[in-house]
């Protein structure tokens, strides 16, 4: 089993920043491809951002060039900074560890955008 866990939500106004993060447990962090989703009230959970064990990155088209994503294999932690955000970014935001077939989430954190 791979524990992962959230943090850096918050409350923040439009134009504001956060970075969240995401702490693994596994033993092989290194190999997993990490990704950020995110679900706002009433709509599907949708894919923000991934990174893979090469380092490889995409984006969702509503957050490019405004979120980056980022590892630290040391520290099996997974980034996502948030720039010039906006209300429709409003949502829980849940981190995945991918190999294969498994799939495993964190609990998520709430970011909230509102002036």
């Known amino acids: 089993q791979v524990q992962l866990v959230e943090s850096g939500g918050g409350l923040v106004q439009p134009g504001g920043s956060l970075r969240l993060s995401c702490v693994a447990s596994a033993s092989i962090f290194r190999v997993y491809e990490m990704d950020w989703y995110r679900q706002a009230p009433d709509k599907q959970r949708e894919l923000v951002a991934f990174i893979t064990s090469g380092g490889d990155t995409n984006y969702g088209d509503s957050v490019k060039g405004r979120f980056t994503i980022s590892r630290d294999n040391a520290k099996k932690t997974v980034y996502l900074q948030m720039n010039s955000l906006k209300p429709e970014d409003t949502a829980v935001y849940y981190c995945?560890?991918?190999?294969?077939?498994?799939?495993?989430w964190g609990q998520g954190t709430q970011v909230t955008v509102s002036s």
């Open positions: 995945n560890a991918l190999l294969g077939r498994k799939s495993y």
